[in-house]
């Protein structure tokens, strides 16, 4: 029985310290070489909101895609995060739509962070 969560505990341990590595695997300059993201600052009864498209240049389908928006103050320092959701498929030379309610902030920050690569090409998550 010892053996066995001694077995366990070190999986748990290889695969816990493998997300680091994973997350390095796509630098900014490789996401933005797949897409372009296109957005607007609006305004709903709820408080300020990020909305627009995901356009995926890359030569295959992306699902189940999140955005990191980073809050900035005037400086262009980071003072939090809210992740958005992309609505569906941002498809092969398409877009998707995304909208999120967002912190008032001076600025902010719009980028991929996760999605699956579906279809056209190799299939694997990507993302930071």
């Known amino acids: 029985m010892r053996q066995r969560i001694a077995l366990l505990t070190a999986l748990l341990v290889v695969l816990v310290g493998a997300g680091p590595v ?5 630098a ?3 996401i933005d070489q797949d897409f372009r993201v296109e957005w607007q600052v609006g305004q ?3 408080g300020p909101t990020v909305e ?3 356009y995926n240049k890359a030569m295959r389908s992306a699902d189940h895609m999140r955005l990191k928006i980073d809050q900035l103050d005037g400086a262009g320092r980071v003072l939090g995060t ?5 609505l569906g498929t941002v498809p092969l030379d398409g877009r998707a739509y995304f909208s999120a309610l967002v912190p008032p902030a001076a600025s902010y920050r719009v980028q991929p962070y996760s999605w699956d690569w579906t279809g056209g090409g190799a299939v694997g998550s990507g993302g930071m």
Do not use: I
């Not at 994973?22 to 796509?26: H, K, N, V």
């Open 22 to 26: 994973w997350a390095q695997l796509y």
């Open 28 to 30: 900014p300059e490789t």
């Open 44 to 46: 709903n009864r709820k």
């Open 82 to 86: 809210t992740t958005a959701v992309v």
């Open 52 to 54: 627009g498209y995901v």
